[in-house]
T-cell receptor
Framework: EDQVTQSPEALRLQEGESSSLNCSYT??????LFWYRQDPGKGPEFLFT???AGEEKEKERLKATLTKKESFLHITAPKPEDSATYLC????????????FGAGTQVVVTP | GAVVSQHPSRVICKSGTSVKIECRSL??????MFWYRQFPKQSLMLMAT?????????EQGVEKDKFLINHASLTLSTLTVTSAHPEDSSFYIC????????????????FGNGTRLTVT
């Protein structure tokens, strides 16, 4: 059975304090791994897609990496506006486009 | 680009009534849309896959007669919660993939801003 586990559940950071979020996955075959950002009461906002182990993608203070078993989302020198819930999702090869989401990591960045 | 509009953003209804939620892709066409449900501090759970011009495919455990899905055009899918009960109260979110990239199944899904349903 495909599984996606995110850790930690919640993370509180001081502004400028870099950290990493983890997404561990078990899937029969990976077509893609996605990172989304979700603000309270809103739908998820697309951040990155990673397709193969060793791949890295960056956007402003965020950097996503992928191995065969997990993905990390690194937040460098975060700002309060980076506060959100970060969701990881996997798309198995045989899923016909469906995504399976983890429960998310809620990040709070304080000034 | 790739904007998905969902309406209404919030709805309160009485038990036993039906509620319709609309999901529109504003600047692209979508042959497939997905409907998710999210409980507080929990993951998004896929309810059904909506295919333009054909019947929706429901995930295991989701009642198709309770959650009616219609995908009448390449830009509109609707979810109707029939005979709603308090346990149906949740956050419903739709998503869509650009038809131009549909052949690439790993292209990103774009999400609407969700509908908060409260059944009293």
């Amino acid at each position: 059975e495909d599984q996606v586990t995110q850790s930690p559940e919640a993370l509180r950071l001081q502004e400028g304090e870099s950290s990493s979020l983890n997404c561990s996955y078990t899937v029969s075959g990976l077509r893609g791994l996605f990172w989304y950002r979700q603000d309270p009461g809103k739908g998820p906002e697309f951040l990155f897609t990673l397709y193969s182990a060793g791949e890295e993608k960056e956007k402003e203070r965020l950097k996503a990496t992928l191995t065969k078993k997990e993905s990390f989302l690194h937040i460098t020198a975060p700002k309060p506006e980076d506060s959100a819930t970060y969701l990881c999702a996997v798309q198995p090869i045989d899923s016909w486009g469906k995504l399976q989401f983890g429960a998310g990591t809620q990040v709070v960045v304080t000034p | 680009g790739a904007v998905v509009s969902q309406h209404p953003s919030r709805v309160i209804c009485k038990s036993g009534t039906s509620v319709k939620i609309e999901c529109r892709s504003l600047d692209f066409q979508a042959t497939t849309m997905f409907w998710y449900r999210q409980f507080p501090k929990q993951s998004l759970m896929l309810m059904a896959t909506s295919n333009e011009g054909s019947k929706a495919t429901y995930e295991q455990g989701v009642e198709k007669d309770k959650f009616l899905i219609n995908h009448a055009s390449l830009t509109l899918s609707t979810l109707t919660v029939t005979s709603a009960h308090p346990e149906d109260s949740s956050f419903y979110i739709c998503s869509a993939r650009d038809k131009r990239r549909a052949s690439s199944y790993n292209s990103p899904l774009h999400f609407g801003n969700g509908t908060r349903l409260t059944v009293t």
